[in-house]
């Protein structure tokens, strides 16, 4: 019986041998194909195409003039408290002086009662005729002493007592004072009208009419409208971009100080500016902010006429002042909507963009000055790309040789590209 059983086994078994081997050769040469129709990366094959477009500039030095950014509120040159000198009731009050009325030089603006001060004139008159009515009857009476004395065959001077000197000394005195009383009558006689000092401004009335006031009784205060005078803090790194010892050593009326023009604008009027120049520095540092201030000046800012096309300041306004400053040789200045987070810009090289560190020695609303970080000759990148990695490939669509060209050459690659993607939009489509 076993020899039966293994027959039977046998011819099984090889059928399972010529399976597994039949499987392996399939395999095989499935693999085999497989691998002989694998693909192959061509090299050198059609190139990548550059995605985004950017307007360039071409690095340069240059000279350019150096813009320092203030503050400061306006303040008149010339204010003054009109106070009275004499006691009396207001009878008169122009019309011009009340508040923010305008004035000229020499204008009667308030009167006080004359009534009293016109009898004590009166008086001191009426006491000049007397005393000097007095010292002409000394003066006779001296006279007739000295011939008493030659008459009376004396020898030797005559005594001070007999030719009556010291009564005529007196009555002399006497005829002073008495004019001088007059003088000072009339003095107080016209401090009873206030004229103005200077053509100017009032800032407030504290009096009124009827009102009884003394002297020293402050009437107004007033300001003269000739100039304007406004205080700029300076921020220590900026120092050295002014020219300080011109405006200690010349002073305010040297004309070389003229140099350093202010241009003045206020919220108020954002579509007017003032001009004024630097006329000296203050004394001091201010105590709260630490900060040197410089006084620049502008002429006749309060009166508003066709000069100044309506326009007028204010005392008390607030206003932001661009000093020009010293002239900076041989800098490269970059416009500073190409920096990025004030630490780094992109240069363009052979198709490409590369993040560049720089740093910053000055810079105003517009433009900043790279003093590390750029060579002269690179193209900076001046549209906005945002975060990208250096070797970003890019096409070059426009180039300018400083700022201005370079923002022409952006509103031109702007229109530029604006017209194609029209043209492109107008061109009609196959219909499916």
Known sequence: MNSDRQINVLPNGRKKLFVILGLLVFFVVVGYGVWLTKPSVVRGGVPLMANVSVVVQLLREEDISATISSYGIVAPLTQATLVSRVSGVIEMVSADIRDGGFFQQGQLLLTLDQADYLIELDIAKAQVAEAQSRYITELALAEEAKHDWARSGRKGDAPVLALRKPQLSAAKAALQSARAA??????????TKIYAPYRGRVLNLHVGEGQLVSPGTALADVYATDAAEISLPIKSAELSLLDLRALEQHGVNTPSVAASKVVFRSQLTPDHEWRGELVRISGAVDAQSRQLQVVARIG????SDASTQGASLHVGEYLTAQITGRILTSTMAIPNTAIYQGRYVYVHREGK?????ISIGWSDSERSIVE?????????????LGRVPSGTLVEVIAQGANKAEGEHSVGAAKAKKHKQNKKENSVPRASL
């Open 300 to 303: 006749s800012p309060f009166i």
């Open 353 to 357: 963009v590369y993040r560049r560190d």
């Open 372 to 384: 590390a970080g750029l060579q002269v000759g690179e193209e900076l990148v001046l549209t906005a």
């Open 182 to 191: 007059v003088k000072r009558s009339e003095l107080n006689l016209e401090r």
